[in-house]
């Protein structure tokens, strides 16, 4: 069983924190590149942020920089998402999902498996 499970999403107060996860089962989550998507009621699906196969870190929405970050842990087979000075306009559902090679892309078309999604609700 090849799959992502997301976790971590919660409502927080604009400037807040939250860290994502995302936990691999079914493939060696290290192998491949994890990257982090969101989706909003008026947007449509967008990428946020990815990480190679070699821990090279690929914004994928310039929204995302200097506040996001991505991280594995390659012993617990999981990625995480740390987001940081969040904003109102970060509310979304967000997905992890995993790529069919070891480089990232901003196009959902490159990745084949993907996680159920948590919300993430940013307001007062």
């Known amino acids: 069983q090849v799959q992502v499970v997301e976790s971590g999403g919660g409502l927080v107060q604009p400037g807040g924190s939250l860290r994502l996860s995302c936990a691999a089962s079914g493939f060696t989550s290290d192998h491949y590149a994890i990257g982090w998507f969101r989706q909003s009621p008026g947007k449509g699906r967008e990428g946020v942020l990815c990480?190679?196969?070699?821990?090279?870190?690929?914004y994928l929405a310039d929204s995302a920089r200097g506040r996001f970050t991505i991280s594995r842990d390659s012993a617990e087979n999981a990625v995480y998402l740390q987001m940081n000075s969040l904003k109102p306009e970060d509310t979304a559902v967000y997905y992890c999902?995993?790529?069919?090679?070891?480089?990232?892309?901003?196009?959902?078309?490159?990745?084949?498996?993907w996680g159920q999604g948590t919300q993430v609700t940013v307001a007062s």
């Open positions: 999902a995993r790529a069919a090679g070891i480089e990232c892309s901003s196009d959902t078309a490159s990745y084949v498996t």
């Open positions: 990480l190679t196969a070699r821990n090279y870190q690929t």
